[in-house]
């Protein structure tokens, strides 16, 4: 019975799950919004799919090929009179970020790429676990997690994405945010820990235009997307109401089963 079970949920998960993201890659291809105004077709839309998907090949990523194209659609429906660039926390190994360079290299705009290239910092007592209900699963944090160091993440830019509309911030978020001075269109934070989310948020938020979005890649984490509910934070950092947060608990539907571990905030 058990084998059975295992069976019915392998099978589950490569046909069904598969299927789900499919009219997800159809609205894609049909919305008229994503790329209209950079001549973006249905050919290049295959193209960049197909580019997505092979990157998760070849370059170990903690994110979902069908997250980054949630991103890229994202990025190509914002018109090019709206000024400003993408910035990703927390880069890993760089597999998200070829495909983020790949679209930004599309919409013209600068990818502006922030990790300390020494894995996560110390987590607080607080944060050395976190529990996410949804997945009903632990993650355990540690100093120097998910270290890959510079070259490595340049280096995979250079062989799959586009390196040359990547500007490089190194260092701890704590060190490096509060010296972002620029327009920014949209954001992509991996930061797993909530010590990192504040001072991204600190430095990000003020320069987002309006109607921007970031996105988080820990939306399953109740107590870290709790931050973005929190009034009396918001009030006191940005003197602005909290902006809530799409896909708290669960992450966006992106998967028919697992949901996924996406989710975002909206600067109003």
């Known amino acids: 019975m058990k084998i059975l079970k295992k069976i019915v949920l392998i099978f589950y998960e490569k046909v069904f799950d598969r299927l789900f993201v499919l009219p997800l ?16 077709g249905y050919i290049q839309k295959l193209s960049l799919i197909l580019k997505f998907r092979r990157t998760l090949k070849k370059v170990e990523t ?34 998200s970020t070829i495909n983020l360079s790949i679209v930004c290299s ?27 209900v949804h997945k009903d699963h632990y993650d355990h ?17 250079k062989q799959y994405g586009e390196l040359d509309v990547c500007e490089f911030v190194v260092g701890f978020f704590e060190d490096t945010m509060k010296n972002l001075n620029r327009e920014i269109v949209m954001g992509f934070l991996d930061i797993d820990l909530i010590q990192s989310l504040k001072p ?22 109740l107590e870290l997307v709790s931050l973005f509910f929190d009034q009396v934070w918001w009030q006191k950092t940005f003197r602005t109401a909290a902006p809530g947060f799409v896909g708290a608990g669960t992450g966006l539907p992106l998967r028919i089963r697992k949901g996924s571990e996406l989710g975002y905030a909206v600067k109003k």
Do not use: T
């Not at 194209?69 to 597999?95: F, H, N, Q, R, T």
């Not at 600068?110 to 987590?123: N, R, Y």
């Not at 948020?201 to 996105?215: A, V």
């Open 25 to 40: 890659q159809i609205s894609f291809f049909f919305n008229r919004e994503i790329g209209r105004d950079y001549k973006f």
């Open 62 to 95: 903690l994110s979902e090929w069908i997250e980054h194209l949630e991103m890229a659609a994202e990025i190509l429906k914002i018109p090019p009179s709206v000024k400003g660039d993408v910035i990703e926390c927390g880069c890993y190994k760089g597999g």
């Open 106 to 132: 599309i919409v013209n705009r600068k990818l502006i790429v922030c990790d300390s290239f020494q894995g996560l910092p110390e987590p607080g007592e607080d944060e050395k676990v976190h529990y996410s």
């Open 141 to 157: 944090y540690e100093r120097g997690k998910f270290f890959a160091s510079l070259e490595e993440v340049k280096n995979n830019i």
């Open 200 to 221: 991204c948020l600190q430095g990000i938020w003020q320069n987002l235009q309006n109607e921007c979005k970031i996105y988080v890649h820990e939306a399953k984490d």
